[in-house]
């Protein structure tokens, strides 16, 4: 799969795919993220990429000529399964979503600034709109990598246990299990008894028991899904 970022900050975007899970997926070339710089597409010689908005009002706008500039460029090369913009009013970012991106090949995401991007690019060129919560960052790069990094473990060999991605958390509607590990008693609490006896079978329906429980207590919207 490859993943092509447009931002005006690619700084941002260094170090989430410069270590672990990401680092090794790009590794093995199951994964490659491209980040590309907004202001090499700028409109004249100060860089400029925004400008404010019409009507009047606080902050700036990401204008139409870079961002289309740049994305009808990256298109001569590569043809995108989505266009993603990452934005506060998208359709909220969650694991079924993660997992129907994951089967895509190509997907280009452009990352908001200031107070966003000129409606028109919106328009024409994106496909998808996605947001990671109801809240506000200071731009799409931090949202941008949280959905790269949900998609991209989930490509086959990326996680060197398939079947751990099957297990998280939201899969299948339900909350994980609660996990334990060595030692068997820590400070008086012991690992409850079923994991340690052995039998495959009785473990599945407890953590399936578990999963139920947890996600009825703390999640209960997930379960009327």
């Known amino acids: 799969m490859t993943i092509d970022i447009i931002t005006v900050v690619p700084e941002l ?8 899970i990401m680092k090794r997926a790009q590794e093995k070339g199951l994964l490659t993220v491209r980040t590309h710089n907004l202001r090499k597409w700028a409109i ?9 908005p019409y009507g009047g009002g606080a902050g700036m706008v990401l204008m139409c000529e ?17 266009v993603i913009y990452m934005t506060p009013d998208g359709v909220r970012f969650n694991q079924q979503a993660a997992n129907q991106l994951s089967l895509k090949e190509n997907l280009l995401i452009i990352c908001g600034h200031y107070k966003g991007i000129d409606e028109r ?8 709109e996605i947001s990671i919560g109801d809240y506000v960052l200071s731009g ?22 398939e079947t751990s991605a099957l297990t998280d ?23 409850p008894d079923m994991l340690t006896q052995g ?14 429980e947890r996600t009825r207590t703390r999640r209960p919207d997930l379960l009327n899904d």
């Open 140 to 161: 799409g790069e931090i949202a941008a990598a949280v959905v790269v990094d949900a998609i991209g473990r989930l490509i086959p060999g990326v996680l060197s246990d």
């Open 44 to 52: 004249n010689k100060h860089a400029q990429v925004d400008d404010y």
């Open 66 to 82: 870079p961002l289309a500039n740049a994305i009808e460029e990256l298109q001569l090369t590569t043809t995108y399964d989505e």
């Open 169 to 191: 958390s939201f899969q299948d509607n339900l909350l994980a299990p609660p996990v334990y590990t060595r030692p068997a008693e820590f400070r008086g609490d012991k690992v």
């Open 121 to 128: 690019i919106r328009a024409r060129f994106v496909t998808m």
């Open 13 to 20: 975007l260094e170090s989430p795919f410069s270590h672990s």
């Open 199 to 212: 039998d495959p079978k009785k473990v599945e329906e407890w953590r399936y028991e578990q999963s139920l």
